[in-house]
């Protein structure tokens, strides 16, 4: 007699999404694409037209999802506290968005955005939702910090790192497993974590994986997406060749 398997039925939950966008001078670097005036565009501006583009998207999948925005630089700030579906406003909130004027002393601190967040979710569990961060992080050679404890799991993390190449001026690897270790503590569902060096459309792959929905994913390490449409050799894959060596997450 041949064996069924059955999935149990389960609610999945409208999300409530913050995202927190990284505003430290190395947000201003400038990307390997150029934008409509032909000048290069920056981290910033490409991580504004990825979040437009991740926002649509997720709204066509389900309208009922919310955003609200948040910025990082010694630490977290409110850029729009309110968790809403327009489109516009959410435009409106990120072309007002500019990078820090001057370098903060010393790593960001994270701890103010996981109090927040751990308060939002509240507010969203009682509304049946659920909440997540999505942290956008340019620097490359200063680690985040946080203090924060394993047992307050109340909101998932999603980390999109975005990175100069390893230098003897900056460590990105330690960098991205100092991330990797944050995710892995704070994070309710599971998490994912990416990163790019100068690749714009690289960036866009990897926030289209992160529309997934946290109560419906596998593991990260199981999962071989984004996938190219045709079948290339790495060497001859211009979207691999515009991007340094992966880092690890070993």
């Not at 435009?91 to 903060?104: F, M």
């Not at 569990?125 to 203090?147: D, E, F, G, K, T």
């Not at 974590?193 to 419906?216: A, D």
Request: charged share 20%; aromatic share 6%.
């Amino acid at each position: 007699m041949a064996k069924t398997y059955s999935l149990n039925p389960n609610r999945i939950s409208n999300e409530d999404i913050l995202f927190c966008i990284d505003i430290g001078p190395e947000s201003l670097v400038e990307m390997k694409s150029t934008g409509p005036s032909g000048k290069p565009l920056t981290r910033l501006d490409s991580i504004k037209q990825a979040i437009l583009v991740f926002i649509n998207a997720k709204l066509s999948i389900n309208p009922d999802h919310r955003f609200a925005f948040s910025t990082l630089a010694k630490t977290a700030s409110w850029l729009r506290k309110e968790f809403s579906s327009d489109v516009e406003s959410a435009a409106a909130s990120l072309r007002g968005l500019s990078a820090a004027s001057a370098p903060s002393s010393g790593p960001p601190d994270l701890t103010q955005l996981f109090r927040v967040a751990a308060h939002e979710a509240k507010k969203s569990y009682a509304q049946n939702r659920i909440l997540r961060v999505i942290l956008i992080y340019c620097r490359s050679s200063v680690r985040p910090q946080h203090q924060w404890p394993v047992s307050q799991k109340l909101f998932t993390l999603d980390v999109m790192y975005l990175h100069d190449k390893p230098g003897p001026d900056n460590c990105p690897q330690e960098v991205y497993d100092a991330l990797v270790d944050t995710l892995e503590h704070v994070s309710q569902y599971e998490g994912y974590i990416h990163e790019t060096g100068q690749g714009v459309r690289i960036l866009l792959r990897y926030m289209s994986v992160l529309l997934s929905h946290p109560q419906q994913r596998c593991v990260q390490d199981m999962m071989d997406l984004p996938k190219s449409l045709t079948k290339r050799s790495p060497a001859s894959d211009p979207a691999n060749a515009e991007e340094g060596a992966p880092l690890s997450s070993q």
